[in-house]
């Protein structure tokens, strides 16, 4: 049997095809993962340069402007410089939980982001039980600063860690119950459900005009949750030198800073998705439903228009954040677990048990 030479080209042609197929949907798979992990990397540094700029303009000071236009790469330049610097290690540490702490605090954070409807169908993982898999997955942060604290054998370190848990247990039970609030509000605890409920009754659509003891308690708590002054407990430099950050360097040191921005941008999200309708826009529809009636076709315009949304209200809270840091003093550790569990969880408690009623009465 005799086959020509272009049959024998045409076979290799073929499966060639088939191997760049095959790649093709490997990084097709690949793909959605690595653009949020940019866009992520992006928002930090954003974050940490409007820090600084908001800051500086409190206190009345210049703020970053030297590195980059505006001082935009001065995030970048200050993590290069931690990626380049020893990294020191206690003699007398654990050294597993030393290294494994900063990386199980960033991680965990990391993993919640897979459930952010960012726009219309750009969600990288639509779970049933999305708002609740954040909620489990960002408890394993406070464990890794604990691991770090008690890895140290430092005693500044070891507080640090210890209240890091102890405030972390507090708060999460009122945000808890006021997720859960949401939840029924939807009938759901997909984070693109609770989206699409509250986009059917546009900007009175919203749950913060539905839920404002619970969006309230919510906010305190992420604020709380995030260790943001006034919370900042775990990391006072006055009483604790740096906290459980006492003994890290280098790139672990990075780490928690990138941790911290990584909660923060994460709280702020969901603050947007569980209260203000997340990627819809909801205001009074002034050639914004001839806008998008034109577009709508175009899937990708209307998905860039969602994210632009999303952030933008994102930001919003960023800004409250920022603001609050360098407006309120720190409060002491009783006064933080005191407002914790004598005010927010029976506020959040009766926020439940209103919309438990409303919901069976409405039935």
């Known amino acids: 049997m005799v086959i020509d030479i272009t049959e024998i080209q045409d076979i290799h042609f073929f499966f060639r095809l088939e191997s760049f197929k095959e790649i093709y949907a490997i990084l097709w798979i690949f793909a959605p993962i690595f653009i949020l992990v940019l866009g992520i990397t992006i928002s930090v540094l954003a974050i940490v340069w409007l820090e600084r700029e908001i800051s500086a303009g409190i206190q009345q000071r210049i703020g970053p402007e030297y590195t980059g236009p505006f001082g935009v790469l001065q995030a970048l330049a200050d993590g290069t410089k931690l990626l380049f610097k020893e990294n020191l290690i206690p003699s007398r540490g654990d050294i597993r939980l030393f290294s494994i702490g900063p990386s199980l605090s960033v ?11 960012f726009g219309y169908n750009f969600v990288l993982s639509d779970l049933n039980i999305g708002v609740f898999l954040w909620i489990a997955i960002s408890s394993i942060a406070p464990i890794g600063l604990l691991m770090s ?3 140290s054998n430092n005693k500044y370190s070891f507080l ?11 708060y999460e039970i ?16 997909s984070t693109v459900d609770i989206v699409d409920a509250q986009s059917k009754y546009g900007f009175w659509g919203w749950n913060l005009w539905r839920q404002p003891m ?14 943001r002054l006034p919370f900042d407990l775990p990391e006072a430099e006055e009483e604790l030198v740096a906290g459980y950050q006492t003994e890290y360097s280098g790139i672990k040191f990075g ?11 994460i709280s702020s999200l969901f603050v947007t998705v569980l209260y203000l309708g997340g990627s819809n826009i909801s205001i009074p529809y002034i050639f914004v439903s001839e806008f998008f009636e034109i577009n709508n076709t175009y899937g990708v315009f209307v998905t860039i228009i969602g994210i632009f949304i999303t952030l933008a209200k994102t930001y919003l809270f960023l800004f409250i954040s920022i603001t609050t840091r360098w407006t309120l003093p720190r409060l002491r550790i009783d006064q933080l677990l005191n ?20 919901q069976l009465f409405s039935l």
Do not use: H
């Open 149 to 151: 604290g008690y890895g």
């Open 339 to 358: 407002l914790g569990w004598k005010f927010l969880l029976p506020i959040s408690l009766g926020n439940l048990l209103l919309t438990t009623s409303s």
């Open 174 to 189: 009122p945000l808890t119950l006021c997720v859960l609030s949401i939840s029924l509000l939807s009938n759901s605890l």
């Open 107 to 117: 991680i965990s954070i990391i993993i919640s982001y897979s459930v952010i409807p």
């Open 214 to 227: 619970g969006f309230i308690v919510f906010l305190i708590s992420y604020l709380a949750e995030c260790e």
């Open 160 to 170: 640090g860690g210890l209240r890091a848990a102890a405030q972390s247990i507090s």
């Open 255 to 265: 780490l928690f800073y990138v941790a911290s921005y990584l909660n923060l941008l």
